[in-house]
């Protein structure tokens, strides 16, 4: 059973044509100015449609939820394995890098290096256009065995565009940040290393 | 004929009442934003609450259910198709989020999008008139759903889920999706089947098609867009 209006080619072709003129109108209108903050047809300060623009500037706060203690590390039913308390070893040699690093929008990703027990390195990040991130500076311990819920100890959770520091490794393991960028675009931001470490490529 | 009725109502009064907890709780939504971000854990009612109010509000995949159900009389093609949609994103939903499928939402979003206006121009025969050939819209639903299941997966992934509870917490969202939907469109059939009742549905039918090819059209902007600041 064929309910639907049969319509030649061409009103056809019309029609698709009527709809991508209407929407391109309706876009260029009103969701431009109203989402975006363009108005090329002044459109949006006609209809009062660029007043509901929000501008996404590097200040627009980020729901920055209140970090407490027991935030800190991995799961409490997550044992800390034996190979914490492993005597120190020679650290890896001295060298220095800057790492480049994305984070997609509204996406969260991790950035690790490898230390020895005992390593020392000092560390420099920073978003490019001044972005906050929250951010997870912690350590997993290397195991022999590794488990399926590593064990982990926070260093530092925090929010912020900007951070240097120094660092002692407590054991050794992979270490680093995990960073999580909240805002609709994405995020460029730098890492300076320096000390002794090894990075994984 | 009577059960319908019956039916209907019912829909009618479970629709509203959700509408209005829904318009009540805007505040507890971002509450309930808060507690996911802090949650580890188990959380089956709030991942079903955010499964719903994603579906009835998720505008792109009301219309393109409503663009599915436009010419459908009988109860049971209707069940047939939306069962299609729902096999296909609950896939696609559940695969996404498990095997931390990591794609582009604006992309995502941008062919769904597109299966708004393909729903619109199906609807006005165009495939045959156009190309000759009439896709299988069965199929061709069952593979929508797939995309929008994808676009599922995206929003619930940017709650930043942990390794804790994921499937139960995946299902209780699957879920949520599927009551979401059923509410969403029990009060799209209602009015669809009342208009149905008056002269002016087909003669209004190209329209309402036209109608909905565009605002297809507008989602797709809006996407592309949205995709284009984030990048560059």
């Known amino acids: 059973m064929d309910n639907k209006k049969v319509m030649s080619k061409k009103q056809l072709l019309k029609s698709v044509l009527i709809a ?22 002044g459109t949006g300060k006609l209809f009062g449609f660029d007043k509901l623009y929000i501008p996404n500037t590097n200040n627009t706060t980020i729901n920055q939820e209140h970090l407490k203690i027991d935030k800190l590390g991995s799961d409490v039913s997550v044992l800390k394995p034996i190979e914490v308390h492993f005597p120190t070893t020679t650290p890896f040699s001295k060298r220095t890098d800057t790492i480049k690093i994305v984070i997609p929008a509204k996406k969260g990703i991790e950035y690790k290096f490898k230390v020895k027990k005992c390593a020392q390195l ?33 260093y530092l959770l925090a929010y912020s565009n900007n951070m240097a520091g120094t660092f002692t490794a407590p054991f050794n393991g992979k270490h680093g940040w995990y960073f999580r960028n909240e805002y609709e675009k994405d995020i460029h931001l730098f890492i300076i290393l320096d000390g002794e470490y090894e990075l994984f490529h | 004929m009577k059960q319908f009725k019956h039916i209907k109502l019912l829909l009618t009064v479970l629709t ?9 709780s805007h505040g507890v939504d971002e509450e309930t934003q808060k507690f996911l971000l802090g949650n580890n854990g188990i959380a089956f009612g709030p991942f079903l609450y955010i499964g719903a109010k994603h579906m009835i509000t998720g505008y792109d995949h009301i219309l ?15 069940l047939i198709y939306v069962s299609f949609f729902t096999i296909g994103h609950s896939l696609t939903l559940l695969f996404g989020v498990l095997f931390d499928l990591q794609i582009n939402a604006f992309l995502i979003d941008a062919i769904i999008a597109l299966s708004i206006v393909y729903k619109g121009f199906d609807n006005l025969n165009g495939f045959k008139q156009l190309f000759g050939k009439q896709p299988n819209t069965k199929i061709t639903v069952l593979i929508f759903g797939l995309f929008h299941g994808l676009g599922l997966a995206t929003k619930i992934q940017e709650f930043g889920l942990n390794e804790d509870g994921l499937l139960i917490n995946l299902l209780g969202f699957n879920l949520g999706v599927e009551i979401g939907q059923f509410l969403a469109l029990g009060f799209v059939l209602l009015i669809i ?8 549905f087909m003669y209004f039918s190209k329209t309402t098609n036209i109608l909905l090819m565009a605002s297809g059209f507008v989602l797709l902007a809006f996407q592309l867009t949205g995709f284009y600041l984030s990048k560059f």
């Open chain 1, 20 to 41: 991508l003129i209407i929407g391109v109108l309706v876009f260029v209108g009103a969701v431009l100015p109203a989402s975006y903050g363009k108005d090329p047809f």
């Open chain 1, 122 to 154: 000092k560390y420099e990040w920073f978003t490019t256009n001044k972005e906050t991130v929250y951010l997870d500076f912690h350590g997993e311990v290397k195991q022999e065995n590794p488990t399926k819920d590593v064990f982990y100890e926070s």
């Open chain 2, 16 to 24: 509203l009442c959700l509408f209005s907890i829904t318009a009540y």
């Open chain 2, 64 to 78: 393109f259910l409503i663009g599915v159900i436009f010419f459908l009389y009988k109860p049971k093609e209707i």
């Open chain 2, 193 to 200: 089947s009342f208009w149905r009742r008056h002269k002016s």
